[in-house]
Each structure stands twice: as C-alpha cells, then as structure tokens.
C-alpha cells in the first residue's frame, strides 16, 4: 500500500492508458478513471474526502465559460457555408484560374483549402468537399493518383492551424490565454505553412510536369466571346484593388481620427491589414456589382466570376476574425456574427433550406456535446490528478531534461506527435496541454507560442500513416473501384489506400519541417502579438517619494516625516507644557533596497 499511495499520480496515469487501450470512449475513459482513482486515493488518505466535493463547482465553471460557446458557433458558420454550395463554387472558380498553368489545379486545391478554413474551421468538412469536388476532375486531367490524395488531405488540414481553427479556441483556454492572441500569433505560421504546399507543387511542376499537367483547353469554360480568358481585366481589377488596400492602410491613422472625430497617431498592423483588405475587397464588389447593373462590359466573364464568389467569404471572414483582432467582439460573439453571416449568405444564394439548417444544427450539436463531454470528464480526472499532486510529479520528470527550453519543446513534441496516432487533437488539449503547460510557464516559455506550436504538431495527427483522420475523410469519398467518368466516359482505375498514404507522407514532413521552423524561430508567432507594458516598480516608487518630499522654503512633511512637522506645536492651556512625546525612530533604508518596500517597512515600525 505504501508503494501505490507514494506513487499514486503515476500510477493513476498508467490506470487511464489502460482504460484507453481497451477501447472506451475517451471521455467516458477520463471520468471513469478519475472516479475510480479518486475513491482509491479517498480510501488509501492520499487526500480528503472533500476533493470530490469540488466536483459540481468544476463542471459548473464548465458550463458557465463563455470561450467555449465559439465551439458550436463556428462550427455552424463552417457547415452552413460547405453545405450551401461555396466550397463548389470555389474550386470550380478558382481551378479556372490556375488551371492554365501546370500545377494549377494543386494550387487551386491550396489555395481554396485555406479559405476554406479561414471560414469553417472544420477539417472533415474541408477534406470531404474537395475531395468529393475536386479529386474526380484532377484525376480526369491525368494527375499523380498519390499526389492528388496527399494535397487534398493536407489541405483540408489547414483548418486545425488557419483561425477561427477550433483546436486554438480550446487550446487558448486550456492555457488561459486569449482567443484573440492565439488567433494573431497562429496567422504567421498558417500561412508560411500554405507557402510550403505552394513551394512543394511549384517544385513538382518544374521536375516531374507530367504528375501535375495544366487543365486543357477545352476544360476552361470562363472564356469571351473572342476567345480570350478574361486574364486582363481580372488582373486589373486585382491591381486597383491592391492599391485601394495599400492606400488605406498608408493613411490608415487619418481614417480612424475622421472616422472617431479624435486625433489618433498610431494603428496596430493587424487592423491595418483587416481594415485595407476589407476596403480593397469592397471595392472590387462594387465595381463588379457596378459592371454587371449597368452592362458596361468591364470586366470579362472570369473577372466577374471571380469576384462575386470569392469576395463574399473573404468579407465573412474580414468581419469575424476582423472585430476579434480590433477588440470590436470577443471570439464567441465573432463566431455568432459569423454563423448569421453564413445564413444570410446561403439565403442570398437561394440555397438556405430547411433541411440544410436542421442537418447543419444537428452537427453542430453532435460536435459541441462531443467537446462538452471530453471536457467533463478531462475536468473529472485533472481534479483527482492534482489532488493527487500529479503536476508536481510532471513537472519533476519534465523540469529534469536535458537541454533546457529546447530539449523540452523537443520533447513535448515528439510526445505529441506519437500521442497523435491514437488521440484526437480535442482528446490531446483537454489531457496532455494542462500536465504540461505549468511546466513550460516555469521555464518561461511564452504560452501563446507553446499553444501554436502545440497546434501545429497535433495538425499532423490528420496526416499519421495509417491512423490519420484526415486520410480516413478522404478514403470515404475517394473511389475503391473502377468508374466511368461522366465527362470524358472513360474507365478510371480506383485510388487505393496505399496510394492515399504514400502521398500524405511529402505533406507529413512539410508540416514536421515547420515545427521545426517555429521552434528556431519564435517571433513567428511573438511578433504578431501586441508588446506587454513593462513598468519599472523601483522607478514608480522613487517618484513617489520625490512627489512626497517638501517644496523648499514650503511646508508639508516636515524633516523628520511628520506631515506639518515644520510648525511648533501648540501649547496647552494655562502655559502648563505638555509632556513630550519621543518621535518614532525611522527605519533605516538601503540605497539598494526597492523604496516602496523600504517605505512601508518604516511606516510598520512607527509606533504612536
């Protein structure tokens, strides 16, 4: 008994490693495991009894955090826009035009893979739709069967890095830290992550052309009737867009004072970049809106395209992650904005119905019971954890490794990413982030940083040979058996699954190659982030003390302390002297002392 009550924590761990190997649900593994143990432990005196007392005002705290509620808003704002047709439309939209160039379709993959992101925050919604969409038309174009599956995977996986990304919100409350700077500090990496897809596809072009062939020209249907592509106008339109962007954000201190009728100097950049680019965006709409009202014929057929499909998403998104960044919104009122945003814009399209609402709002509901119940039973086995002072024991294994900060963010990682083959990133967040997090605090480890760095490193688990979720999205739509194409009516052999994980693995390593990245360099993600105000409490409190000295020839405190010490005091009367008072010795103060403290240690050694 004495062995298991000395090594009660590490026990318990192993204990929820076995109810998770025989294949319980996970959140029901948690809650059981920490019961159990909590009763043990109750029964061995390893703690009180009134540990399990906490309980209800736990899960209460739970149902209270209003963080949390982000979850199912923005999961409604994903399904609403995959399900009203965007994704479609997009890839259909933008495969036209990259489809010219050799890779195009990849990038067109890429491309709107992280759109889509940025809008629904959803890695099974992302995969499936351009895998549903977009793998029959590379495939019939005569791309590499492995490097489709592996581009369609992996950039349906940006949503777990790209914000409003669900992982960030769960993740910037298991820290205690910000929506909003896990958002900011995310961004950079996200989109250096997509920089390296693009790379990888421009490289393929360059070496291996026949795994990536341009789309035919029979195959571009956006064309004038002259039969030109429509590319200048589209590239004009962009350009004027661009410098009504980069206009705005030069005089960006000049809107805001006429704007908020006050002078204002400075604007942080992050409201430059979402205020320019929504007002470059709006442009563009309104030209477009303009060309096709008054039939001036502007723009061509792909131009205009183009802008009434992209434009609307890309202001969806200005708006939510836009009023987030600014401090208009907290990320659950942002998420709210943005699943209203996503109806009005279904309904626009004339493709809000009452069974894409109820299908939509039925999976929201699956998914936020499935956070709420891993999050219950992750509370249930922390409270008996730390009651049981497993942090302590962590942080002793943890603290003890060689290499300081880095060889604990090595690692972490590498526990991560194999933990990663058999845990959901929701599971690692609510069981591993809070073990480690007071250890990385303690090393002084930023926690906005370990956060993203964490998220970029559960984003492989959807990539994981033969364990990754996002493989298993795509194996659902992909075909296991021959089919007729319905354009070109020919046979096309199936994509097998050791095709599908072949071409994760480039993917794989590209996201690997990034945590690597971030680690060596964290002003990746620091840099986004607003400086933290420093004061200097020695230098508050010597001007204290200056502003309490006396004026010469004035009065006040007087030389020894006492506030009108200079003045003689009055006698008593009937001329009688009142008996003297001995004045309080002052403590001494050190020159090297902090002078608040030296202040309010003489002031307690005043006696009256």
Request: glycine share 10%.
């Amino acid at each position: 008994m004495e062995f298991i009550t000395t090594n009660f924590a590490p026990i318990m761990f192993a204990g929820l490693i076995c109810f998770l190997l025989l294949g319980f649900p996970v959140a029901f593994s948690l809650g059981a495991c920490g019961l159990s143990f909590g009763i043990i432990g109750i029964e061995l005196g390893v703690f009180p009894a009134s540990v399990l007392a906490w309980l209800p005002q736990r899960l209460i705290g739970i149902m209270a955090n209003d963080t949390l509620l982000a979850v199912p808003f923005f999961t409604l704002m994903g399904l609403i826009l995959e399900r009203s047709g965007m994704a479609e439309d997009l890839l259909d939209t933008v495969g036209q035009v990259f489809g010219p160039m050799r890779g195009g379709l990849a990038l067109a993959v890429v491309f709107v893979g992280a759109l889509l992101a940025a809008t629904t925050g959803v890695v099974a919604a992302s995969v499936i739709s351009m895998g549903l969409i977009s793998l029959p038309i590379m495939l019939r174009y005569g791309y590499d069967r492995k490097f489709t599956s592996g581009v369609i995977a992996a950039s349906g996986t940006l949503a777990q890095i790209i914000p409003p990304s669900l992982v960030l919100i769960i993740m910037a409350d298991q820290l205690g830290r910000s929506v909003g700077d896990m958002y900011k500090g995310a961004f950079v990496p996200a989109f250096l992550l997509v920089g390296c897809y693009v790379l990888y596809i421009a490289a393929l072009a360059i070496f291996k052309p026949a795994s990536v062939p341009a789309l035919p020209p029979e195959a571009r249907i956006y064309r004038e009737p002259n039969g030109s592509g429509g590319y200048p106008s589209l590239l004009a339109l962009a350009i004027i867009s661009f410098l009504v962007s980069m206009v705005l954000a030069r005089h960006m201190p000049e809107v805001h004072s006429w704007w908020l009728d006050k002078e204002i100097t400075t604007v942080a950049t992050d409201e430059k970049v979402v205020v320019a680019m929504c007002g470059g965006a709006m442009v563009a709409l309104l030209i477009a809106l303009l060309n096709k009202l008054t039939g001036l014929g502007l723009l061509s057929r792909l131009a205009e395209r183009v802008t009434f499909v992209l434009i609307p998403p890309l202001l969806l998104i200005f708006l939510v992650l836009g009023t987030i960044f600014l401090g208009v919104a907290t990320p659950t009122e942002g998420g709210a904005m943005g699943a209203i945003g996503a109806i009005v814009m279904a309904w626009m399209r004339g493709r809000l119905g009452l069974a894409l609402l109820k299908q939509a709002l039925a999976s929201t509901t699956k998914l936020g019971s499935f956070v709420m119940f891993i999050l219950i039973g992750a509370t249930v086995f922390g409270l008996v954890f730390q009651a049981a002072d497993g942090p302590i024991w962590v942080e002793h294994l943890l603290a003890s490794l060689p290499g300081g900060q880095i060889g604990f963010l090595i690692f972490v990682n590498l526990l991560v990413f194999f933990l990663a083959f058999f845990l959901d990133y929701f599971e690692l967040s609510f069981i591993v982030v809070p073990l480690l997090a007071p250890v990385a605090n303690k090393l002084g480890i930023d926690l906005i940083w370990f956060g993203v760095l964490l998220a970029m490193t559960m984003q492989t688990s959807f990539m994981h040979p033969p364990f990754g979720f996002a493989l298993f999205f795509l194996r659902s739509v992909a075909p296991d058996k021959p089919y007729v194409d319905r354009v070109t009516k020919k046979v096309m052999d199936p994509v097998t699954t050791m095709q599908i994980y072949k071409g994760a693995i480039p993917f794989l390593f590209i996201q690997l190659f990034m945590v690597g990245v971030m680690i060596a360099f964290p002003s990746l993600v620091t840099g986004s982030l607003d400086k933290v105000q420093s004061y200097d409490l020695k230098a508050v409190g010597e001007q204290m003390r200056e502003g309490l000295q006396p004026e010469s020839g004035g009065e006040g405190y007087g030389a020894d302390g006492g506030y009108g010490a200079d003045e003689k005091p009055a006698e008593p009367e009937g001329g009688a002297s009142a008996p003297a008072v001995p004045a309080p010795e002052a403590a001494p103060v050190a020159a090297d002392d902090d002078p608040m403290k030296a202040m309010q240690d003489a002031l307690k050694q005043q006696k009256p």
